[in-house]
């Protein structure tokens, strides 16, 4: 829990708040639960992403995320098969470039080196953060997605979470929840926690890493050793079980299949007692 790590996708709610603290204005709050998303490419999504850029005056080759195809598979295929191939619009973290631009635009600062942990846009990024988690950053990389990455522990994440639902962060974590299929899209994790428990904030990373909030301040974050992702609802349905929260809605969410040849073989749920 004290061991730094990098949280991946679960930092993008507090990217979201450095960019409202350093004077992003979004015409709606739904564009910036888009911003801190990491979601399916369904053509909402790219919509809305694209939209952001356009009110700003800017065209998708000023995002700096790599181009990719959708993660939701159906629209993935279609994009296979009407040759539109990748774009970058479509990467899943297409909506949170698009709002780090659209910050800079407002701020007057440049676009090309948007990405640079020396842009004021991405030190101020740093400093909330570490404001938010209570830890020094001594370690930084480049996620995924292109952006710098900074180490903070679980104990930090959770800390983090804590204050976005109790502290200035709360209009992040409000957009989240109120528009949570942007967050994440058809079938997504986040999207079906924040739809089961009314008030969660929730947000997950590459490398198995999840990071939940409610209402009243109590947070969790964890880290699922090997990177995979399959344990991580379930790890999420039984710490929330583990906090008092008990939703029908949940019991649906508390494993996941495992298939082999096409086939349910088994399934990965948490083991009892592992939480205590």
Request: aromatic share 2%; hydrophobic share 45%; glycine share 12%.
């Amino acid at each position: 829990m004290s061991a730094p790590m990098y949280p991946r996708s679960t930092a993008k709610p507090a990217q979201a708040l450095a960019m409202l603290r350093a004077g992003l204005e979004l015409p709606d709050d739904a564009d910036l639960a888009l911003a801190a998303a990491s979601h399916n490419g369904e053509p909402e999504h790219i919509s809305r992403a694209a939209g952001i850029l356009r009110a700003n005056g800017l065209a998708e080759d000023a995002l700096r995320c790599p181009a990719d195809l959708p993660l939701h598979e159906p629209t993935r295929a279609e994009r296979i098969s009407d040759g539109t191939g990748e774009r970058r619009l479509a990467m899943n973290c297409s909506g949170k470039h698009a709002a780090m631009l659209a910050t800079c635009v407002q701020r007057g600062w440049s676009t090309a080196d948007y990405l640079d942990p020396a842009h004021p846009l991405q030190r101020g990024v740093r400093d909330t953060i570490a404001e938010l988690s209570g830890d020094e950053i001594d370690r930084t990389t480049v996620d995924g997605c292109g952006a710098p990455l900074f180490a903070i522990t679980l104990t930090g994440l959770a800390r983090l979470f804590r204050s976005l639902v109790t502290g200035d962060g709360r209009r992040v974590a409000d957009a989240m929840r109120a528009h949570p299929w942007l967050v994440g899209g058809t079938g997504r994790e986040d999207t079906e926690l924040m739809r089961a428990v009314p008030g969660l904030l929730s947000k997950a990373g590459a490398e198995g890493v999840l990071a939940l909030a409610l209402p009243d301040g109590r947070a969790v974050a964890a880290k699922i050793s090997d990177g995979a992702a399959r344990a991580r609802l379930p790890v999420a349905v039984g710490a929330l079980r583990a906090l008092g929260v008990e939703r029908g809605a949940l019991a649906g969410l508390a494993e996941e299949p495992l298939l082999g040849g096409g086939e349910p073989v088994g399934t990965v749920r948490l083991v009892p007692g592992a939480l205590d």
